[in-house]
C-alpha cells in the first residue's frame, strides 16, 4: 500500500499499534518510503481510527498480483459497524454496515495486475460512492 487517508487525513503507516508478519517499506511506492507498506501476504497491522457515524471518506494506493485480499477493515468497538474493503477474484469489494444492514459495492474491473491504483470511497450516511484511477 502506497499511501491511505481516512477522512481527509493521512494514516501514518508506521506508527501502528500491532502488526503481524513481516512488512517492510515498499520499494516500488510512488510515495515516500516512510508512508507505505509491503506486505507478503501473511502481515497486517492495526492503526487506531474512529469509524465515522455519517461521512467517511478513504483514499489508498495499492499494487498486487494476489486475486484476493483485505486491503482495509475498519470496525467500532462495542458495536457491529465496520467498513471493509477487499479484492475478490481482481475486483475491488466494499462494504460498509452502520446497524442498518450491509451496503455493498463491487467493481467490474479487476486489480490484481501488478500496476498502481489509487482508489477512493466516500460515503455521506447511507450513500456511497467509490472512484479509481491508474498512476
Known amino acids: 500500500m502506497g499511501e491511505a487517508f481516512l477522512n481527509g487525513k493521512s494514516i501514518g503507516l508506521w506508527n501502528y499499534v500491532e502488526r503481524e508478519g513481516e512488512c517492510d517499506g515498499c520499494f516500488s511506492s510512488p510515495q515516500n518510503e516512510d508512508s507505505s507498506f509491503h506486505f507478503d501476504g501473511s502481515g497486517y497491522s492495526v492503526v487506531e481510527k474512529t469509524l465515522r457515524a455519517t461521512v467517511t471518506q478513504i ?8 486475486p484476493n485480499g483485505l486491503l482495509l477493515y475498519l470496525a467500532s468497538n462495542g458495536t457491529k459497524d465496520f467498513l471493509s474493503i477487499e479484492l475478490v477474484q481482481g475486483r475491488v469489494k466494499v462494504a460498509v454496515d452502520l446497524g442498518s444492514g450491509p451496503l455493498v459495492l463491487m467493481t467490474d474491473r479487476r486489480y490484481n495486475n501488478g500496476s498502481w491504483y489509487k482508489i477512493a470511497f466516500q460515503r455521506n450516511r447511507k450513500q456511497g460512492r467509490y472512484m479509481d484511477a491508474l498512476t
Do not use: A, V
Not at 483514499?59 to 494476489?66: A, C, H, V
Open 59 to 66: 483514499i489508498m494506493l495499492f499494487s498486487t498480483f494476489s
